[in-house]
């Protein structure tokens, strides 16, 4: 089993940032991949970025590219979202999700265990 935490979220005014973490524990495997997803009110959940957690390879949403870093922490397992510039239509609960095997994907059909969420609000 795989569990994953998430902190970091909370209410910032546009052109602020936040650093989201997710901090994964468990049986992981070898290869995985962790992805960073949101849920904006009244939408569906979508894909904001992933990292292939042995290469560190990375791939983003395009409306997240320039503001989004995603990275990894070997040493603390745990996957980071630093989000720059936010604007309010960033306001979602954000999630991040590991899928095992090493293809970077960004279905969220796909994605094996999710975290909890947690919130991030950009006042205008």
């Known amino acids: 089993q795989v569990h994953l935490a998430h902190s970091g979220g909370g209410l910032v005014q546009a052109g602020g940032s936040l650093r989201l973490s997710c901090a994964t524990s468990?049986?992981?495997?070898?290869?995985?991949?962790v992805g960073w997803f949101r849920r904006a009110p009244g939408k569906e959940r979508e894909f904001v970025a992933v990292v292939k957690w042995s290469t560190g390879n990375t791939y983003y949403e395009n409306s997240g590219k320039g503001r989004f870093t995603i990275s990894r922490d070997g040493a603390k397992s745990t996957v980071y979202l630093q989000m720059n510039s936010l604007k309010p239509e960033d306001t979602a609960v954000y999630y991040c999700?590991?899928?095992?095997?090493?293809?970077?994907?960004?279905?969220?059909?796909?994605?094996?265990?999710w975290g909890q969420g947690t919130q991030v609000t950009v006042s205008s």
């Open positions: 999700a590991l899928k095992r095997g090493a293809v970077i994907a960004t279905q969220t059909t796909l994605y094996d265990y």
């Open positions: 468990g049986r992981t495997a070898n290869h995985y991949v």
